[in-house]
Protein backbone atom coordinates (compact mmCIF):
# COMPACT_ATOMS: atom_id res chain seq x y z
CA UNK A 1 0.00 0.00 0.00
CA UNK A 2 1.07 3.76 -0.30
CA UNK A 3 2.05 5.59 2.38
CA UNK A 4 -0.17 8.56 3.24
CA UNK A 5 1.40 11.89 1.74
CA UNK A 6 2.84 14.03 4.17
CA UNK A 7 0.51 16.62 6.51
CA UNK A 8 1.00 19.84 5.56
CA UNK A 9 2.38 22.47 8.14
CA UNK A 10 0.68 26.34 7.95
CA UNK A 11 2.74 28.72 9.59
CA UNK A 12 1.23 32.56 9.95
CA UNK A 13 1.97 35.63 12.14
CA UNK A 14 2.37 39.09 12.35
CA UNK A 15 5.15 40.57 10.28
CA UNK A 16 8.71 40.39 11.75
CA UNK A 17 7.98 37.89 14.32
CA UNK A 18 10.18 35.23 12.00
CA UNK A 19 7.72 32.81 10.66
CA UNK A 20 10.24 32.75 7.91
CA UNK A 21 13.04 31.82 10.07
CA UNK A 22 10.87 28.91 11.32
CA UNK A 23 10.06 27.39 8.04
CA UNK A 24 13.16 27.34 7.17
CA UNK A 25 14.41 25.18 10.25
CA UNK A 26 10.81 23.00 9.92
CA UNK A 27 11.52 22.40 6.00
CA UNK A 28 14.91 20.75 6.99
CA UNK A 29 14.07 19.33 9.91
CA UNK A 30 11.41 17.66 8.52
CA UNK A 31 12.11 17.17 4.76
CA UNK A 32 9.93 20.02 3.82
CA UNK A 33 9.62 22.76 1.03
CA UNK A 34 7.44 26.23 1.63
CA UNK A 35 4.97 27.84 -0.28
CA UNK A 36 4.65 31.31 0.15
CA UNK A 37 1.53 32.59 1.82
CA UNK A 38 2.48 36.35 0.62
CA UNK A 39 0.73 38.65 -1.61
CA UNK A 40 3.55 40.74 -2.64
CA UNK A 41 6.54 38.15 -2.57
CA UNK A 42 4.67 36.52 -6.02
CA UNK A 43 5.93 40.10 -7.86
CA UNK A 44 9.68 39.91 -9.27
CA UNK A 45 11.64 42.68 -8.23
CA UNK A 46 10.00 43.34 -5.14
CA UNK A 47 12.58 42.40 -2.64
CA UNK A 48 13.82 44.30 0.03
CA UNK A 49 10.22 45.80 1.08
CA UNK A 50 8.91 42.32 1.43
CA UNK A 51 11.83 40.78 3.03
CA UNK A 52 11.51 37.89 0.49
CA UNK A 53 14.11 34.70 0.91
CA UNK A 54 17.24 35.22 -0.63
CA UNK A 55 19.14 33.57 -2.87
CA UNK A 56 21.02 31.37 -0.13
CA UNK A 57 17.73 30.65 2.09
CA UNK A 58 16.22 29.52 -1.56
CA UNK A 59 19.01 27.26 -2.04
CA UNK A 60 18.48 25.89 2.09
CA UNK A 61 15.02 24.63 1.27
CA UNK A 62 13.03 25.04 -2.19
CA UNK A 63 10.55 27.86 -1.94
CA UNK A 64 7.10 27.92 -4.37
CA UNK A 65 5.33 31.20 -5.34
CA UNK A 66 7.75 33.22 -4.94
CA UNK A 67 8.75 35.34 -8.15
CA UNK A 68 5.95 34.22 -10.45
CA UNK A 69 4.41 37.18 -11.68
CA UNK A 70 5.88 40.81 -13.28
CA UNK A 71 5.21 43.68 -11.73
CA UNK A 72 2.72 44.56 -14.26
CA UNK A 73 0.82 41.47 -14.18
CA UNK A 74 -2.09 41.03 -11.58
CA UNK A 75 -2.21 38.31 -8.68
CA UNK A 76 -5.18 37.19 -6.72
CA UNK A 77 -6.92 35.09 -4.21
CA UNK A 78 -7.91 32.82 -6.88
CA UNK A 79 -4.35 32.64 -8.98
CA UNK A 80 -2.97 31.56 -5.72
CA UNK A 81 -5.09 28.72 -4.45
CA UNK A 82 -4.57 27.26 -7.32
CA UNK A 83 -1.26 27.66 -7.94
CA UNK A 84 -0.46 26.65 -4.27
CA UNK A 85 -2.59 23.46 -4.90
CA UNK A 86 -0.65 22.44 -7.68
CA UNK A 87 2.37 22.94 -5.40
CA UNK A 88 0.98 21.20 -2.61
CA UNK A 89 0.24 18.09 -4.84
CA UNK A 90 4.51 18.50 -6.69
CA UNK A 91 5.87 18.63 -3.33
CA UNK A 92 3.89 15.53 -1.41
CA UNK A 93 4.17 13.76 -4.60
CA UNK A 94 7.85 13.69 -3.92
CA UNK A 95 7.27 12.76 -0.33
CA UNK A 96 8.08 15.66 0.90
CA UNK A 97 6.07 18.15 3.11
CA UNK A 98 4.59 21.35 2.24
CA UNK A 99 4.83 23.86 4.33
CA UNK A 100 2.69 27.20 3.97
CA UNK A 101 4.46 30.40 5.39
CA UNK A 102 3.22 33.83 5.44
CA UNK A 103 0.81 36.62 6.52
CA UNK A 104 -1.49 37.00 3.58
CA UNK A 105 -4.93 35.54 6.05
CA UNK A 106 -6.96 36.12 2.97
CA UNK A 107 -4.87 33.86 0.90
CA UNK A 108 -4.79 31.42 3.79
CA UNK A 109 -8.55 31.34 3.96
CA UNK A 110 -9.12 31.26 0.69
CA UNK A 111 -7.37 28.03 0.33
CA UNK A 112 -8.71 26.21 3.01
CA UNK A 113 -12.56 27.49 2.92
CA UNK A 114 -12.99 27.96 -0.71
CA UNK A 115 -13.32 31.52 -2.92
CA UNK A 116 -16.54 32.27 -2.42
CA UNK A 117 -19.44 33.35 -4.90
CA UNK A 118 -18.12 37.26 -5.33
CA UNK A 119 -18.06 38.25 -8.99
CA UNK A 120 -15.36 38.94 -11.38
CA UNK A 121 -13.74 42.31 -12.06
CA UNK A 122 -15.49 44.48 -14.20
CA UNK A 123 -13.80 47.16 -16.26
CA UNK A 124 -16.07 49.96 -16.17
CA UNK A 125 -17.46 49.98 -12.81
CA UNK A 126 -14.03 49.62 -11.14
CA UNK A 127 -12.45 52.23 -13.22
CA UNK A 128 -15.42 54.86 -12.06
CA UNK A 129 -14.73 53.81 -8.96
CA UNK A 130 -11.25 54.41 -9.03
CA UNK A 131 -11.35 57.88 -9.89
CA UNK A 132 -13.45 58.99 -7.26
CA UNK A 133 -11.60 60.07 -3.82
CA UNK A 134 -10.72 57.95 -0.94
CA UNK A 135 -13.17 59.59 1.48
CA UNK A 136 -16.10 59.40 -0.88
CA UNK A 137 -15.36 55.60 -1.65
CA UNK A 138 -15.56 55.46 2.66
CA UNK A 139 -18.49 57.18 2.86
CA UNK A 140 -20.53 54.89 0.08
CA UNK A 141 -19.26 51.67 2.24
CA UNK A 142 -20.06 53.10 5.35
CA UNK A 143 -23.56 53.78 3.83
CA UNK A 144 -23.71 50.43 1.90
CA UNK A 145 -22.08 48.13 4.43
CA UNK A 146 -21.13 48.93 7.73
CA UNK A 147 -20.10 45.64 8.59
CA UNK A 148 -17.11 45.74 5.83
CA UNK A 149 -16.79 50.10 6.28
CA UNK A 150 -16.06 48.74 9.58
CA UNK A 151 -13.87 45.78 9.41
CA UNK A 152 -11.50 46.99 6.30
CA UNK A 153 -8.05 48.75 5.79
CA UNK A 154 -8.99 51.97 5.36
CA UNK A 155 -5.73 52.80 3.98
CA UNK A 156 -5.57 50.31 1.51
CA UNK A 157 -7.71 51.61 -1.78
CA UNK A 158 -7.71 48.36 -3.93
CA UNK A 159 -9.70 46.59 -0.61
CA UNK A 160 -12.23 49.27 -0.88
CA UNK A 161 -12.69 49.66 -4.48
CA UNK A 162 -13.07 45.60 -4.79
CA UNK A 163 -15.95 45.88 -2.02
CA UNK A 164 -17.49 48.92 -3.73
CA UNK A 165 -17.32 46.88 -7.29
CA UNK A 166 -18.84 43.26 -5.25
CA UNK A 167 -21.77 45.53 -3.93
CA UNK A 168 -22.67 47.92 -6.99
CA UNK A 169 -22.65 44.04 -9.11
CA UNK A 170 -24.64 42.37 -6.75
CA UNK A 171 -26.85 44.66 -4.65
CA UNK A 172 -25.75 42.50 -1.92
CA UNK A 173 -23.17 43.92 0.47
CA UNK A 174 -19.84 42.73 0.30
CA UNK A 175 -19.47 41.22 4.39
CA UNK A 176 -22.53 38.65 2.97
CA UNK A 177 -19.94 37.67 -0.06
CA UNK A 178 -17.68 37.05 2.55
CA UNK A 179 -19.97 34.79 4.98
CA UNK A 180 -20.86 32.64 2.20
CA UNK A 181 -17.19 31.10 2.42
CA UNK A 182 -17.49 27.54 3.49
CA UNK A 183 -17.02 26.89 7.18
CA UNK A 184 -15.21 23.47 6.74
CA UNK A 185 -13.06 22.84 9.94
CA UNK A 186 -9.99 23.15 7.73
CA UNK A 187 -6.29 22.04 9.83
CA UNK A 188 -5.27 24.49 12.21
CA UNK A 189 -2.60 27.22 11.43
CA UNK A 190 0.17 27.83 13.64
CA UNK A 191 -0.11 31.69 15.07
CA UNK A 192 3.65 32.85 16.41
CA UNK A 193 3.31 35.42 18.55
CA UNK A 194 6.20 37.19 20.30
CA UNK A 195 5.66 39.86 23.54
CA UNK A 196 4.58 43.48 22.11
CA UNK A 197 7.72 45.09 23.24
CA UNK A 198 10.04 42.09 21.15
CA UNK A 199 7.57 42.38 18.09
CA UNK A 200 7.75 46.22 18.14
CA UNK A 201 11.55 46.26 18.43
CA UNK A 202 11.77 43.43 15.55
CA UNK A 203 9.28 45.43 13.48
CA UNK A 204 11.98 48.37 14.06
CA UNK A 205 15.35 46.71 13.01
CA UNK A 206 13.75 45.31 9.98
CA UNK A 207 12.48 48.67 8.36
CA UNK A 208 15.89 50.11 9.26
CA UNK A 209 17.67 47.05 7.76
CA UNK A 210 15.40 47.61 4.68
CA UNK A 211 16.53 51.31 3.99
CA UNK A 212 20.39 50.19 4.76
CA UNK A 213 19.98 47.76 2.35
CA UNK A 214 18.55 50.04 -1.11
CA UNK A 215 14.94 50.30 0.03
CA UNK A 216 14.58 53.55 -1.86
CA UNK A 217 17.04 52.84 -4.88
CA UNK A 218 14.86 49.97 -5.20
CA UNK A 219 11.85 51.62 -5.30
CA UNK A 220 13.30 54.27 -8.07
CA UNK A 221 14.01 51.43 -9.98
CA UNK A 222 10.40 49.45 -9.63
CA UNK A 223 9.18 52.73 -10.27
CA UNK A 224 10.39 52.94 -13.88
CA UNK A 225 9.45 49.14 -14.47
CA UNK A 226 5.77 50.17 -13.70
CA UNK A 227 5.33 50.03 -10.13
CA UNK A 228 2.85 52.76 -9.90
CA UNK A 229 0.69 50.91 -12.21
CA UNK A 230 -0.27 48.01 -10.47
CA UNK A 231 -2.30 48.60 -7.58
CA UNK A 232 -2.02 45.92 -5.82
CA UNK A 233 2.01 45.48 -6.04
CA UNK A 234 1.69 49.59 -4.88
CA UNK A 235 -0.02 48.83 -1.78
CA UNK A 236 3.14 46.86 -0.29
CA UNK A 237 4.27 48.32 2.75
CA UNK A 238 7.31 50.75 2.34
CA UNK A 239 7.62 51.22 -1.58
CA UNK A 240 4.21 53.26 -0.99
CA UNK A 241 5.35 55.56 1.55
CA UNK A 242 9.25 55.88 -0.23
CA UNK A 243 7.62 56.79 -3.35
CA UNK A 244 5.88 59.76 -1.82
CA UNK A 245 9.33 60.23 -0.59
CA UNK A 246 10.59 60.28 -3.95
CA UNK A 247 8.04 62.53 -5.21
CA UNK A 248 9.59 65.01 -2.51
CA UNK A 249 6.48 64.89 -0.10
CA UNK A 250 8.55 63.36 3.30
CA UNK A 251 11.89 63.50 4.02
CA UNK A 252 13.63 60.34 4.52
CA UNK A 253 13.97 60.21 8.32
CA UNK A 254 9.75 61.00 8.25
CA UNK A 255 9.66 58.40 5.65
CA UNK A 256 11.62 55.98 7.78
CA UNK A 257 9.29 57.01 11.19
CA UNK A 258 5.96 56.15 8.65
CA UNK A 259 6.69 52.87 7.56
CA UNK A 260 7.67 52.18 11.24
CA UNK A 261 3.99 52.91 12.43
CA UNK A 262 2.75 51.59 8.88
CA UNK A 263 4.12 48.50 9.89
CA UNK A 264 3.06 48.29 13.86
CA UNK A 265 -0.48 49.12 12.67
CA UNK A 266 -0.40 46.26 9.90
CA UNK A 267 0.91 43.71 12.83
CA UNK A 268 -1.94 44.83 14.70
CA UNK A 269 -4.74 43.95 11.60
CA UNK A 270 -2.81 40.95 10.95
CA UNK A 271 -3.57 39.53 14.49
CA UNK A 272 -7.08 40.93 14.51
CA UNK A 273 -8.36 39.03 11.33
CA UNK A 274 -6.28 36.31 11.58
CA UNK A 275 -8.08 35.36 14.68
CA UNK A 276 -11.35 36.44 14.05
CA UNK A 277 -11.26 34.43 10.60
CA UNK A 278 -9.54 31.15 11.27
CA UNK A 279 -8.60 28.16 13.48
CA UNK A 280 -5.27 29.27 15.50
CA UNK A 281 -3.04 27.30 17.66
CA UNK A 282 -1.21 30.24 19.36
CA UNK A 283 2.48 29.75 19.88
CA UNK A 284 4.48 31.65 21.40
CA UNK A 285 8.43 31.90 20.06
CA UNK A 286 9.98 32.76 23.59
CA UNK A 287 12.23 29.89 24.58
CA UNK A 288 10.48 28.08 21.53
CA UNK A 289 12.83 25.36 19.86
CA UNK A 290 12.11 23.97 16.29
CA UNK A 291 11.60 20.72 17.47
CA UNK A 292 8.77 21.92 20.10
CA UNK A 293 7.32 23.44 17.34
CA UNK A 294 7.13 20.13 14.91
CA UNK A 295 5.66 18.58 18.13
CA UNK A 296 3.34 21.45 18.94
CA UNK A 297 1.93 20.99 15.13
CA UNK A 298 1.97 16.82 15.26
CA UNK A 299 -0.84 17.68 17.92
CA UNK A 300 -3.01 20.16 16.54
Known sequence: MDEPSPRPILIAGPTAVGKSAVALELAELLNGEIISVDSMQVYRGLDIGTAKPSAAEQERVRHHLVDVVDLRESFDAAQFVSRARAAAQEIAARGRRPIFCGGTGLYFKAYLEGLGEAPPRDAQVRAE????????????????????????????????????????????????????????????????????????????????????????????????????????????????????????????????????????????????????????????????????????????
Do not use: C
Open 129 to 300: LEARPLPELLEELRRTDPATHEAIDRQNPRRIVRALEVIRLTGRPFSAHRAVWKQESGPRLMWLTRPAGELTERIHQRVEEMFRRGLVAETESLLRQGLAENPTAMQALGYRQVAEHLRGKLGLAETIELVKIRTRQFAKRQRTWFQRQLRLEQVSLAGATVGSLAKIWEKS
